[in-house]
């Protein structure tokens, strides 16, 4: 069974930095895909970033680009999201998720990962 546990939220200033990890557990198979949703009050969930465990190619939505990077840490099989230069429109719930390798196209769509994490809460002040 999959399982995602995800740290690292909390509360920072517009400007300010901070990084989330997602470790999983029980990924049997190789060639998967893993990263990060988020959701805000009242909006529906959201892309923010991705990486392909294999091959390391990384994809990001255009409101987090320049401003976000995501990395992997293979033999932890963790996943971080590094948030730079944050803007009290980032503040939502950060879902962690992760699948088998999904195809370009589809990689925004929440409704391809099977698998998600609880979520962490990620607020920033103006």
């Known amino acids: 069974q999959v399982q995602l546990s995800e740290s690292g939220g909390g509360l920072v200033q517009a400007g300010g930095s901070l990084r989330l990890s997602c470790t999983a557990s029980g990924l049997t198979y190789s060639g998967y895909t893993m990263g990060w949703f988020r959701q805000a009050p009242g909006k529906e969930r959201e892309f923010v970033a991705v990486?392909?465990?294999?091959?390391?190619?990384?994809y990001y939505a255009n409101s987090v680009k320049g401003r976000f990077v995501i990395s992997r840490d293979s033999a932890k099989t963790t996943v971080y999201l590094q948030m730079n230069s944050l803007k009290p429109e980032d503040t939502a719930v950060y879902y962690c998720?992760?699948?088998?390798?999904?195809?370009?196209?589809?990689?925004?769509?929440?409704?391809?990962?099977?698998?998600w994490g609880q979520g962490t809460q990620v607020t920033v002040s103006s």
């Open positions: 990486i392909r465990w294999s091959g390391g190619s990384t």
């Open positions: 998720v992760a699948d088998r390798s999904i195809i370009v196209s589809s990689l925004s769509l929440a409704r391809e990962y099977d698998f």
